[in-house]
């Protein structure tokens, strides 16, 4: 197709050719080149992004939580049916034990539909995609032919020259070898980045409740070390009442609570109930912002007795020292508990600090009581959630809807602080409003807008996951 149009001269050149007489002077414009197809670049870029839109992370997050919980719910099965078989005493076998197979079963089919469910779905896309990516390459190669200044083929040379020279570059550089860690307590070193999410569900009510913390009891009572605890603020998206007990990772994502529900008391809100989303369970008891009040709680979940102590004086409650993010705070999170190797840590603001993060460690033992306590230099309202590992607090920051910074350290063991962390989390919603740290699995669980997800640590010393449950 040959282009070809005529063309007026400038205003000027016409109006002192108008003071001389009528005639006209016309030029014709000629172009030897193709016409470049605006259309079909249209075309390609709509499909392109119709192409990203399709495939979302949640998919695949989706299918991986799936597996993951399949993968922690054979193991069991097989211990379960091991026990089973050494019951079996000749003729019977204990009604009680197949009873418990039995469900375990249930679960286990429930989980391989859901599988079914999103395999089927995701095969369909990877079809679908598969299609448009063809289309799309053929589109722009056509494309390519129109490139007459051969930027885009330079690109190419130039991409795949840095490529060989990075290639290069990282061949030679020496792998240091990390020094031995002193902290008996961490073995591993200091987490050095974080991948995931690698569980992802929103469990047994999805989309109910905005507010909640969940993960596992770091130092479980013996034949409660697979369970995992889930506390939503059922009233006014600030207060909860009870704890809700899942027997396994794969039951919370099916959302079958098995030990159901322990109660704290039978109102809500009243006098040592629940009051904002940063629990933590530890040894058997949950620790959590008493209700109205600058203190701290903890549930005996055995002897259902609940213990308090005070926090210094000053400190900022009932949603007067909350996290916060570029648009908004986070209400009632004045208390962040957390928990690591050492225990139970508590993290909030005072007024004498200004409005600093201030850390105490939560003493072990029959009194509630905290122990050291350490002052850092961040501010409370630039953070959005807090959690502690190997003794180290870190901090971390909104940067966009879909993903948040861990950018600063304190390491209670030298009182250092660190800024410029720079580790980054993928986020399947925007608000994290509940982070800890599971040292039993090296996990990050996040309560994210009503949706549980889980990150793995990676550190200095092993990248290996133990995800036995
Ligand atoms: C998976 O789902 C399809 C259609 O829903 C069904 O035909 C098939 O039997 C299922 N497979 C398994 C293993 O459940
Ligand atoms: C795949 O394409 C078909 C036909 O265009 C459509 O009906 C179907 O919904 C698509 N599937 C997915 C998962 O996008
Ligand atoms: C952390 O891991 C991500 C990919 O999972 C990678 O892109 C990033 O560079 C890593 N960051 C550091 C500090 O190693
Ligand atoms: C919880 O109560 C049980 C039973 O009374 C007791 O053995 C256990 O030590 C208590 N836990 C804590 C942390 O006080
Ligand atoms: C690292 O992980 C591997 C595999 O799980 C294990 O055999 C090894 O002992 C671990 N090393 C350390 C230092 O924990």
Known sequence: ???????????????????????????????????????????????????????????????????LGLKRRLPQLM???????????????SALSLHVLENELEEIQQLMD?????????QELAENTTVLLQNLKEGLTDLEHFDTMQVVKRQHVNQRLKKDLDQCRNGLQPTAKPTQPTDRTCPLGQFVNITGPVVYTGG????????????????????????????????????????????????????????????????????????GPNVVLYGGSLYYNCFNAPSLCRFNLTSKAITVTDLPKGTRFNSKGNFCQLDECYPFTDLDL???????????????????????????????????TWHTSVY??????????????????????????????????????????????NKVSPSILFLNYSPVDHMLHAYCDSNMVSYKFLFEFNDSLNVSS
């Open 204 to 275: 047994e009510y999805p989309g109910s409740y905005k507010y909640g913390g969940w993960g596992r009891d770091p130092k479980p009572e013996t034949g409660k070390e697979s369970w995992y605890w889930l506390v939503m603020m059922t009233s006014s998206n600030r207060y909860a009442n009870y704890i809700r007990f899942y027997s396994t990772l794969s039951s919370l994502i099916v959302g079958k609570s098995t030990p159901g529900n322990i109660q704290i008391h039978a109102s809500n809100p009243t006098t040592n109930t629940i009051q």
């Open 338 to 372: 957390a928990t690591d190797e050492s225990g139970v840590w508590v993290i909030y603001t005072t007024s004498q600090d200004f409005g600093n993060l201030v850390l105490s460690k939560v003493e072990e033992g029959e009194q509630l009581k905290l122990g050291q």
């Open 114 to 122: 859901k599988l079914n469910g999103s395999i089927q779905g995701n």
């Open 1 to 67: 197709m040959k282009l070809s149009g005529l063309l007026p001269l400038c205003a000027l050149l016409a109006l002192s050719q108008q003071s001389q007489g009528p005639s006209k002077c016309e030029c014709e414009l000629v172009n030897l080149n193709q016409a470049f197809p605006h259309n079909k670049l249209d075309t390609i870029q709509d499909d392109a992004s119709g192409c990203v839109s399709r495939i979302t992370p949640q998919s695949s997050f989706h299918m991986e939580s799936l597996l």
């Open 380 to 425: 409370k309202q630039a953070v959005t959630n807090t959690f502690m590992a190997c003794g180290v607090l870190y901090a971390t920051r909104y940067v966009s809807s879909t993903t948040e910074e861990i950018f600063y350290s304190f390491d209670t063991a030298t009182g250092k602080e660190n800024f410029n962390v720079g580790i980054f989390l």
């Open 79 to 93: 211990e379960d049916l091991e026990q089973l078989e050494e019951e079996h005493d000749g003729d019977l076998y």
